[in-house]
């Protein structure tokens, strides 16, 4: 019924960024997804990045993804958060209208050359000779390609948990679809169960904001997408609202507790710890007074309003019940319950890092059915599975990344490594170069990668090469041009509140002082070229932070020392001797790709390490048939 | 981790006395040296592949820990391939040990077993034959059951490392919690100066404890070891046994004669110095009669006794004396020769040494079993603080002691840092855990995640 190079199953924020990767790469990609009018769905909070999350949608963008334009162009309110840390851990966060963000993602895609959208059910994944070769909707059609990228989200298997009420289905009232996780079984993939969950909406008549504090946007031009850079501040923002449960409420809780399939036993599995439900906080944490929540708006043709920090499976009853003790909520109604959702979704340890399912050529998985949870992370890993699709169809080197050149790289390897017991979120602290990993470098990082598998269209690199130039052109001036003591220049600096010279010193030297800015600097030197804001804050950034960003770069360098030495895939660990056999059943079951990887996976001692490095360089002499 | 470093060890053949060697291999290996060498003629850089008099001087002014020999061989004519230094000392064990010292302080790192030769291996310098010998080497060293063991023992060093990483932990909590989490209001905003204050009144506790490990009497000295039995019950052969090995530190007592040479061991990062070595290796050529005096004299002097029977034979009215004078030691039984026979119960032991909770080791040294479980049951005894000296401090070995230095270091350039800046803090606070948990085998990122999550309560 058609043969495409690329089929990308589902139409959720992995799915969108993989059909798009592929489709703008020059392969002819199909979209399969359940329902067309839930392209991009917004299913839980309405919201975009955040710390970590911030860099990943960044990461997304230096890449040639649309994640940042789309939320750039929808949203209602942007902040910067953690401005008062440093730079590597500044924060964008927006606010998104969900239909709007929906509309305008559907739209992008059919204006994408190449791309098919194609609304159906996906009943089973066609192979031949242990390579995927496409797909069988429920319908009988068949689409043929040599790579599928799985991005099922929630959805297989989907049950709705809710009090005591049970039943199949999915986010957006839809139908969950059975057969393919049978399929996905069929041909021999492990399979987990997790389980994560979402707040009531409530409508906006009926909250009293008077009684509430008020969370506006930042009032400076912001984005999250490069390509909008220089940003244009957004008019009429939409303030969310912060109000606190307290001993009432925690009181309802309590006292329903045994109507909680939390509680009752009726949900097995942990969920995310990041994102408990109220229940689960008001048990744990019994001494405290009050909870944080904050009323976020879905959109602005909705009075809809999202009850940030509530998220429950409560029966409806107790939720209304709970919810009408807080502050300012005392009338509130309910539009659509909480709830908590059970789905299946692939044990990630069973990819490589391309985001390719081992021992499966041609199936690439992304997003929450690897275990992930947030549309952040989706998109990255979408962009990724879309990339290296659209290699493998075209016989291609496929993209890497590692944990020193981006968040996407420590989340990929996190979970192919290491794999993940509960829904897998993006933070800042699993990053270990986290001063390297900046949002505002991201470009830097990525977009030659983003360029080299032709993503990156050529206005955005063109742009990118003029900012890296006028970065290291800057950087290198400053380092050059001395500024005198002069009765001048002590004066500007008295006038600044700075320190006086106490003799010639480098612009560079000068503005790594804590208390110096750029800004300042150009107050100094009169010859300074104009420059654009982010090339500013670059210079800055990279000049301050000099010492530490070296003394993570020497981490890098061990650390890639490491990720070098790769182990051929056809290893036969049992072959290996002196392993302990706690490290041979790990190293057997992960399949790690080089020895640095090896030395994440738990249960891999050092020991082991250097026996496995001994038996490589051993086994390749031994391939080349003589001694040195 | 394995390559590019500069890696030092105490590097002696066994079985030599007197004159021990310091080896240094690596980048940095000529650097080092020079900071602590001073040449009585030689002047720097010092030529390649030539032997130098001098001095290596100690930290304190003027202080000077040994004359030496120094050869400083380049790249690439070496065994290794890359610059290495040896330097011939002959002070003795507690000289050679402070110019190791010394070298890593200033920034070697201690050689793992068989570091030298595998360095060699990579670089292309052993065939494959020899290639085999050395994964030998490796894997004897990390035999299971020992690793297991002593992955379980809880030292007392092990458990305040474990409390000061408890602290770094938290304040690491507190300040990735803020910055992952900033607006859930039970996650409060820390300080760098909070970061800082705290982070001080860790430091002196790292520095107390590097300080307390430095004093160690089992570190400095060894731990006094007897080798204890009736004549060829195979005293000489388990001596020969444990000295064999690469391990095998040689050495005599400055100043005293070959009647009393002491010679050193290190058994899985321990030093036992086994005393009257001479005495052992004596009785191989004439008749043993001075068996029970020799025993009630040495058994004084250690703070390890291995007493050993001989299986085949039984217990003999000799072997009755020796026990009645061993009350109040801490025993290791080496039941020998049990290719011959076995004859002797445990139960029977037990009652031959009434209240002590002897390990009993079931051993044919001529066929090298048993070893490793004598070096498990010793090992164990004196982490466990079970044997006298290492009960009133703390054991700690080179490799650990180094760790803590390198925690302390993290902890300096952490309070050097920028106070506005509490995140880059962390960076120099998760070095410094990192180094500590090279003492007790852990990781950062898990345990740090688990904390934040069991100490605040987010979630949006």
């Not at chain 1, 999202?306 to 005392?330: F, K």
């Not at chain 1, 960003?549 to 990720?563: C, G, N, P, S």
């Not at chain 2, 290791?332 to 040494?353: F, H, Q, S, W, Y």
């Not at chain 2, 401090?393 to 309070?415: G, H, K, T, V, Y």
């Amino acid at each position: 019924m058609g043969s495409y190079d690329v089929i990308v199953i589902g139409g959720g924020h992995a799915g969108c960024e993989g059909a798009l990767a592929a489709a703008r790469m020059g392969c002819r990609t199909l979209m399969v997804t359940l329902s067309l009018e839930t392209i991009a769905l917004m299913p839980c909070n309405p919201a975009v990045g955040g710390p970590a999350k911030g860099h990943l949608v960044r990461e997304v963008d230096a890449l040639g993804g649309e994640m940042a334009r789309n939320i750039d162009a929808t949203c209602l309110q942007v902040r910067m958060l953690n401005t008062t840390k440093g730079p590597a851990v500044h924060a964008l966060r927006a606010q998104a209208d969900k239909r709007r963000y929906e509309e305008r993602m559907r739209r992008v895609l059919e204006d994408t050359r190449n791309l098919d959208l194609r609304q159906g059910v996906v009943e089973s994944l066609l192979t031949e000779g242990g390579r995927v070769t496409g797909v069988l909707l429920a319908t009988g059609t068949v689409f043929a390609a040599p790579a599928v990228v799985l991005t099922t989200g929630t959805y297989l298997r989907g049950k709705i948990i809710l009090g005591d009420l049970q039943y199949d289905g999915a986010p957006g009232g839809q139908v969950a679809p059975q057969g393919l996780s049978r399929s996905l079984k069929d041909l021999g993939l492990d399979l987990m169960r997790f389980k994560t969950g979402t707040p009531a909406r409530v409508d906006g008549r009926t909250l009293d904001f008077s009684r509430m504090m008020e969370q506006p946007g930042d009032g400076e031009p912001l984005s999250f997408s490069f390509r909008n850079m220089p940003a244009r501040e957004l008019p009429d923002q939409m303030s969310c609202w912060l109000t606190h449960t307290n001993e009432r409420t925690h009181r309802v809780i309590q006292e329903n507790l045994h109507r909680s399939p939390l509680f009752t036993g009726q949900i097995e599995g942990t969920g995310p710890r990041y994102c408990p439900s109220i229940e689960d906080k008001v048990v744990r944490f019994a001494d405290k007074a009050g909870h944080q929540v904050f009323l976020e708006p879905e959109g602005r043709h909705t009075l809809e309003y999202y009850v940030q920090g509530m998220s429950t499976s409560l029966p409806e009853d107790v939720q209304l019940a709970m919810l009408q003790t807080v502050e300012g909520m005392e009338k509130v109604r309910i539009i659509r319950p909480g709830y908590a959702i059970e789905y299946d979704c692939i044990e990630p340890t069973q990819l490589d890092r391309t985001l390719e399912v081992r021992g499966l050529p041609g199936l690439f998985t992304a997003g929450q059915v690897n275990g992930t949870s947030g549309y952040e992370e989706a998109a990255a890993q979408g962009i990724l599975a879309g990339i290296n699709a659209a290699q493998k169809a075209r016989g291609r080197d496929m993209l890497v990344l590692d944990r020193s050149q981006a968040y996407l790289g420590v989340l990929v390897d996190d979970l192919v490594t290491k794999g993940t017991s509960e829904p897998y979120r993006m933070l800042t602290s699993r990053a270990e170069y986290r001063l390297l990993l900046r949002q505002d470098n991201a470009d830097l990082r990525l977009t030659p990668s983003g360029y080299r598998v032709g993503l990156v269209e050529e206005k955005q690199y063109q742009a990118f090469l003029r900012k890296r130039d006028q970065v290291e052109g800057e950087i290198r001036r400053l380092g050059q041009v001395r500024v005198n003591p002069t009765p001048e220049v002590q004066e500007v600096l008295t006038r600044l509140g700075l320190g006086e010279l106490s003799g010639p010193v480098t612009l560079e030297r000068l503005l790594k002082r804590p208390e110096m800015d750029y800004a300042a600097l150009k107050k100094l030197s009169g010859d300074i070229p104009p420059l654009d804001r982010e090339v500013e804050r670059q210079v800055e950034i990279q000049v301050k932070y000099a010492g530490y960003i070296d003394k993570q770069k020497a981490q890098v360098e061990k650390f890639l020392r490491m990720e070098k030495r790769s182990i051929p895939e056809d290893i036969d660990y049992e072959g290996v001797p002196g392993l302990r056999k706690e490290a041979r059943e790990k190293l057997k079951k992960h399949r790690p790709r080089s020895l640095g990887q090896a030395g994440r996976i738990s249960g891999v001692s050092p020991a082991d390490l250097s026996i496995l490095l001994l038996y490589l360089e051993q086994r390749s002499r031994a391939g080349r048939g003589s001694g040195p | 981790m394995f390559l590019e470093d500069t890696i030092a060890a105490i590097a002696t053949p066994p079985g030599e006395g007197g004159i021990g060697i310091v080896r240094l291999s690596g980048p940095e290996a000529v650097q080092i040296a020079e900071k602590i060498f001073k040449p009585r003629k030689a002047t720097f850089p010092l030529k390649s592949h030539r032997l130098h008099l001098g001095w290596v001087q100690g930290p304190q002014e003027g202080e000077i820990i040994d004359e030496v020999l120094l050869t400083v061989m380049r790249a690439p004519r070496t065994f290794t391939r890359e610059d290495v230094v040896e330097i011939n000392c002959h002070g003795g064990i507690v000289p050679l040990r402070r110019v190791l010292e010394a070298t890593i302080s200033l920034g070697a790192r201690l050689a793992e077993p068989g570091e030298f030769t595998r360095r060699a291996f990579l670089k292309g310098r052993l065939d494959l034959a020899q290639a085999e010998g050395l994964l030998q080497v490796i894997r004897a060293k990390t035999g299971e059951g020992l690793q297991a063991a002593l992955g379980q023992l809880e030292g007392t060093l092990s458990r305040r490392v474990r409390e000061i990483r408890q602290e770094i932990l938290l304040l690491l909590a507190r300040l990735e919690a803020a910055i992952d989490f900033p607006e859930e209001e039970d996650v409060d905003e820390v300080t760098g100066r909070q970061v800082k204050a705290q982070g001080a009144g860790i430091l002196e506790k790292v520095r107390a404890l590097a300080e307390g490990a430095r004093r160690g009497k089992i570190y400095r000295d060894g731990v006094e070891t007897v080798i204890i039995g009736r004549p060829n019950v195979g005293k000489s052969s388990l001596l020969n046994a444990l000295l064999r090995e690469e391990r095998a530190i040689v050495t005599e007592v400055a100043g005293t004669t070959r009647d009393q040479l002491e010679e050193y061991v290190n058994l899985a990062g321990i030093p036992l110095k086994i005393v009257d070595t001479a005495g052992i290796r004596k009785t191989r050529n004439r008749v043993e009669i001075i068996g029970v005096e020799r025993a009630r004299n040495l058994a004084q002097r250690g703070d390890l006794v291995i007493f050993i029977l001989n299986a085949a034979e039984g217990i003999a009215r000799e072997d009755r004396e020796i026990a009645s004078i061993l009350q109040g030691k801490q025993v290791v039984v080496l039941l020998n020769k049990i290719d011959l026979g076995e004859n002797i119960p445990e139960a029977e032991v037990r009652r031959l040494l009434p209240g002590a909770e002897a390990p009993i080791i079931r051993a044919s040294l001529i066929n090298q079993q048993g070893l490793e479980e004598l070096e498990l049951a010793i090992s164990q005894l004196v982490f466990q603080g079970q044997v006298e000296g290492s009960r009133a401090d703390f054991l700690a070995s080179l490799r650990q002691i180094q760790a803590l230095e390198r925690a302390s270091a993290s902890l300096l350039d952490m309070l050097a840092g920028p106070l506005e800046d509490p995140d880059l803090l962390s960076i120099d606070l998760k070095a410094a855990y990192a180094a500590l948990g090279e003492i007790t085998g852990e990781t950062v990122e898990d345990d740090l995640l688990d904390k934040i999550f069991a100490e605040f309560c987010i979630g949006k």
